[in-house]
T-cell receptor, first 113, second 112 residues
Framework: DVKVTQSSRYLVKRTGEKVFLECVQDMDHENMFWYRQDPGLGLRLIYFSYDVKMKEKGDIPEGYSVSREKKERFSLILESASTNQTSMYLC????????????FGPGTRLTVL | RKEVEQDPGPFNVPEGATVAFNCTYSNSASQSFFWYRQDCRKEPKLLMSVYSSGNEDGRFTAQLNRASQYISLLIRDSKLSDSATYLCVVNRRHTGANNLFFGTGTRLTVIP
């Protein structure tokens, strides 16, 4: 079974703190993704990566950065957390073909006070 | 116009009923289509892929109409365990990655 794990299920941070969210997959997938999910807005893509050290902006990259130093690990960084970044953050991975679906981690519910 | 649009519901149906969800997508270049299921406070999980010829998996049937840019999901003989949010998902290749566009989901509650 594909497994995608995320470092925390729940996280509470203060405004201005630097926040690291980590994601690890064990399926040797090339592609990895970070989304946030908010009520009424659905899943929105923040950043994705299709190879080690490669990254591309998604639909809402502002206020976020990412790092992919190893194939299995994709980190999302909030340089200076703000209250509007309170959300559910979901990491996903997939293979390369068009028929490859994305497998999600359990999510991290981040609250910024 | 949103990439993927769905009726948010909620759909409240009795056990044993048949229910259908529809979804439209805006980009004719879209190449792969899926339905995901998301339970409350859980991550989305693949329910089924949608093929041009239509496909069936037990009580679930998915259809694709490329001309109308329309995807559907039919659930027969609804079970209580079918209660969830159903996400319509469209894949479009972008650079080196397969990007997915997610609909906001249709919420289904099956009532005893």
């Amino acid at each position: 079974d594909v497994k995608v794990t995320q470092s925390s299920r729940y996280l509470v941070k203060r405004t201005g703190e630097k926040v690291f969210l980590e994601c690890v997959q064990d399926m040797d997938h090339e592609n990895m993704f970070w989304y946030r999910q908010d009520p009424g807005l659905g899943l929105r893509l923040i950043y994705f990566s299709y190879d080690v050290k490669m990254k591309e902006k998604g639909d809402i990259p502002e206020g976020y950065s990412v790092s992919r130093e190893k194939k299995e690990r994709f980190s999302l960084i909030l340089e200076s957390a703000s209250t509007n970044q309170t959300s559910m953050y979901l990491c996903a991975s997939s293979g390369l073909t068009l028929l490859d679906t994305q497998y999600f981690g359990p999510g991290t519910r981040l609250t910024v006070l | 116009r949103k990439e993927v649009e769905q009726d948010p519901g909620p759909f409240n149906v009795p056990e044993g009923a048949t229910v259908a969800f529809n979804c439209t997508y805006s980009n004719s270049a879209s190449q792969s289509f899926f339905w995901y299921r998301q339970d409350c406070r859980k991550e989305p999980k693949l329910l089924m892929s949608v093929y041009s010829s239509g496909n069936e998996d037990g009580r679930f049937t998915a259809q694709l109409n490329r001309a109308s840019q329309y995807i559907s999901l039919l659930i027969r003989d609804s079970k209580l365990s079918d209660s969830a949010t159903y996400l319509c998902v469209v894949n479009r290749r972008h650079t080196g990655a397969n990007n997915l566009f997610f609909g906001t989901g249709t919420r289904l509650t099956v009532i005893p």
